[in-house]
């Protein structure tokens, strides 16, 4: 399994469904500046980043992300629009709840 399908199924078991476009993208991004932070530092003999920092750091891009970007929908609620009746008892007790 790669690193890209790693991250993505650790955030599905999390129900939070990644655009692939945009993981791939997060992780080419973060891929490149740790490479710069290794040839700065001389560091740069076989380093590959380990796939729990590099979920850390996805989720950190995603907490600040646009989700419409990031994120597909997870369900859509059909008929959406459709009225339908309550039951009276459903109803009362709905009234009763504090808001």
Same mark, same amino acid.
């Given at each position: 399994?790669?690193?890209?399908?790693?991250?993505? +199924?650790?955030?599905?078991?999390?129900?939070?469904?990644? &655009?692939?476009?945009? $993981?791939?993208?997060?992780?080419?991004?973060? *891929? =490149?500046?740790?490479?710069?932070?290794?040839?700065?530092?001389? +560091?740069?003999?076989?380093?590959?980043?380990?796939?729990? &920092?590099?979920?850390? $750091?996805?989720?950190?891009?995603?907490?600040? *992300? =646009?989700?419409?970007?990031?994120?597909?929908?997870?369900?859509?609620?059909?008929?959406?629009?459709?009225?339908?009746?309550?039951?009276?008892?459903?109803?009362?007790?709905?009234?009763?709840?504090?808001?």
């Amino acid at each position: 399994m790669t690193q890209l399908e790693e991250i993505n +199924l650790h955030f599905a078991s999390n129900h939070i469904k990644l &655009k692939m476009e945009w $993981l791939r993208e997060v992780v080419n991004f973060l *891929s =490149n500046i740790e490479v710069v932070l290794l040839l700065n530092l001389f +560091l740069q003999s076989f380093f590959k980043i380990s796939t729990d &920092k590099l979920i850390g $750091l996805v989720y950190q891009q995603w907490i600040y *992300s =646009n989700i419409q970007q990031s994120t597909e929908p997870i369900k859509e609620f059909e008929n959406f629009n459709d009225i339908f009746d309550l039951p009276q008892p459903y109803f009362y007790r709905l009234n009763l709840l504090p808001i």
